[in-house]
């Protein structure tokens, strides 16, 4: 059963620099079926996607967050990272890993399709 | 920017049956997936690629997609059912990116 584990400061400074990691296990990150990425949640709030990455390092990200956010992965420790500078208030959400199918287009692109599995969430809070 | 539109709240009666909709530009033409959210859990997906099932979410759980909206429909809702909805797709536009709508509540009265 795949799993996946995110880890990292629960409180963050505002200008500071938000980091976490999702370890997986129970499967490989560098299957060729999927991408990792990332999805917060503001309290009260909807779901907001943040980014996503393939093993071989290739990237999306959301083009609100894109000048903040760095997403990054480590296939020998099955792990894959987010980083978020320059953060404030704004930025305390609950923060999920997930594992997204990936799907092609007509031009045989790749891209992060569907969320399969969750971790659990961590909030992360931007107070001084 | 492409915006995927739900209402914020669908109220229904045990038994009856539950319409979320997705409203989207030409959303018929994307691929819709609903996942639902209990409070204090992660989402969890109950419909893919607009109408199919994961294994383990009962058959009351379908969906729909055409024109400018896509539509999660739970039959003989029960009380389990109370939660967030929420649609996503690929927007495969210059800007490629993945697009959640704002989610909707369902309430069972």
């Known amino acids: 059963q795949l799993q996946l584990q995110e880890s990292g400061p629960g409180l963050v400074k505002p200008s500071e620099t938000l980091s976490l990691t999702c370890t997986v296990s129970?499967?490989?990150?560098?299957?060729?079926?999927?991408?990792w990425g990332w999805i917060r949640q503001p309290p009260g709030k909807g779901l907001e996607w943040i980014g996503s990455?393939?093993?071989?390092?290739?990237?999306y990200y959301n083009p609100s967050l894109k000048s903040r956010v760095t997403i990054s992965v480590d296939t020998s420790k099955n792990q894959f990272s987010l980083k978020l500078s320059s953060v404030t208030a704004a930025d305390t959400a609950v923060y999920y890993c997930?594992?997204?199918?990936?799907?092609?287009?007509?031009?045989?692109?790749?891209?992060?399709?569907?969320?399969?599995?969750w971790g659990q969430g961590t909030l992360v809070t931007v107070s001084s | 920017s492409y915006v995927l539109t739900q209402p914020p709240s669908v109220s229904v009666a045990p038994g009856k049956t539950a319409r979320i909709t997705c409203g989207g530009n030409?959303?018929?033409?994307?691929?819709v997936h609903w996942y639902q959210q209990k409070p204090g859990q992660a989402p969890v997906l109950v419909i893919y690629y607009d109408s199919d099932r994961p294994s383990g979410i009962p058959e009351r759980f379908s969906g729909s997609n055409s024109g400018n909206t896509a539509t999660l429909t739970i039959s003989r809702v029960e009380a389990g059912d109370e939660a967030d909805y929420y649609c996503q797709v690929w927007d495969s536009s210059s800007d490629p990116k993945v697009v959640f709508g704002g989610g909707t509540k369902l309430t069972v009265l």
């Open positions: 997930a594992r997204w199918a990936r799907d092609f287009g007509d031009d045989s692109s790749s891209s992060p399709a569907l969320i399969d599995y």
């Open positions: 990455i393939y093993y071989s390092g290739s990237t």
């Open positions: 030409n959303i018929g033409s994307k691929s």
């Open positions: 129970g499967g490989s990150i560098s299957s060729s079926s999927y991408y």
